[in-house]
């Protein structure tokens, strides 16, 4: 079964019904024993960086996604979620987040050209890191399949852990994975084809 953390931030719902699409038993909970006795955790989230970690913090399920994924367990952020899996973020301050891998959150616009709008929105494709195996979050689909992205941050300083880049002016992390933490900056959920079977892949795990 797949836990999807419910924190008061994201498109829980929407996510769950993809994942049923697709056969995977997912229950929307904010429940530590629920996520505790689940085989996966995702860890979705829309929105401003500052206020969704507060609210992680605040129910403490902060403790629980990094107790639960220290002990091996598969965990997925989705966008904003996988953004708080960085150690901190820079988007209007500096804002602690999980720490699970390393880098930071930064504007876009710091990196891309000035004539691209912000945000970063639409279908793009995926870029595979060259001279790494590919992930296993990644294999039912091809580098070059589009996916679709809304965000004006992005995953820095985590070279180490990118498994793929989408092209918006630069080379902008797409995803990132340290052992059995997995994060997409794209929705998987609203990526058609190409979405169900990265979290098929995610399942599988």
Aim: hydrophobic share 45%; with cysteine; aromatic share 8%.
């Amino acid at each position: 079964m797949t836990a999807i953390i419910d924190y008061g931030v994201g498109n829980l719902f929407s996510l769950k019904s993809s994942l049923q699409s697709i056969g995977v038993p997912a229950v929307v909970t904010a429940d530590p024993k629920t996520i505790a006795g689940s085989d996966r955790m995702i860890l979705p989230g829309v929105g401003a960086f500052a206020d969704a970690a507060g609210k992680l913090r605040d129910s403490g399920l902060d403790k629980v996604v990094k107790q639960e994924a220290a002990g091996g367990k598969p965990l997925l952020g989705i966008c904003l979620g996988m953004q708080m899996l960085l150690e901190k973020s820079y988007e209007y301050g500096e804002h602690e987040g999980l720490g699970l891998i390393k880098g930071a959150v930064r504007p876009i616009r710091d990196v891309i050209p000035a004539d691209l709008k912000i945000p970063h929105i639409g279908w793009n494709a995926l870029g595979f890191p060259k001279g790494r195996p590919v992930s296993p979050l990644f294999q039912h689909i091809k580098e070059g399949d589009f996916v679709y992205f809304v965000h004006s941050y992005y995953a820095a300083d985590c070279d180490e852990a990118v498994i793929a880049t989408a092209e918006y002016g630069a080379p902008l992390t797409a995803a990132v994975q340290n052992g059995n933490v997995y994060g997409t900056q794209f929705h998987p959920e609203k990526s058609g084809e190409v979405g169900l079977a990265i979290l098929r892949a995610f399942a599988a795990l």
